[in-house]
């Protein structure tokens, strides 16, 4: 049974940092584009930043220069790191993978057949 499953959450005040883990079981996805989404109360998944295979990476606007995306392919992890943390990037997190391989990072949740349940993430002003 494929699992992704998040860590590492929590709350933080503004301009704090959080490292996001997401541990995948059940099969490999060293190969497979993986990414992170959130979903902010009252609001719209919304894609946060992608890895691919290749190690090719996509964020968002909103989070670009403030969070970093990498990957441990012994470990079969992706990680999220997040500094200069705001209120607005409160939200639940989840981590995705897609199915095939595919070279491009995708920021369409459809993309992905994977997901984790989520973690929390509170910033504070």
């Known amino acids: 049974q494929v699992q992704l499953a998040e860590s590492g959450g929590g709350s933080v005040q503004a301009g704090g940092s959080l490292r996001l883990v997401c541990a995948a079981s059940?099969?490999?996805?060293?190969?497979?584009?993986m990414a992170w989404f959130r979903q902010a109360p009252g609001k719209e998944r919304e894609f946060v930043a992608g890895?691919?295979?290749?190690?090719?990476?996509k964020y968002a606007d909103s989070v670009m220069g403030r969070f970093t995306i990498s990957r441990d392919n012994a470990k079969n992890t992706m990680d999220l790191q997040m500094d200069s943390l705001k209120p607005e990037d409160t939200a639940v997190y989840s981590c995705?993978?897609?199915?095939?391989?595919?070279?491009?990072?995708?920021?369409?949740?459809?993309?992905?057949?994977?997901w984790g349940q989520g973690t929390q993430v509170t910033v504070s002003s």
């Open positions: 890895i691919s295979g290749s190690t090719n990476t």
């Open positions: 059940g099969r490999t996805f060293n190969r497979n584009t």
């Open positions: 995705a993978a897609r199915e095939a391989v595919w070279p491009r990072v995708g920021s369409q949740s459809r993309e992905y057949a994977y």
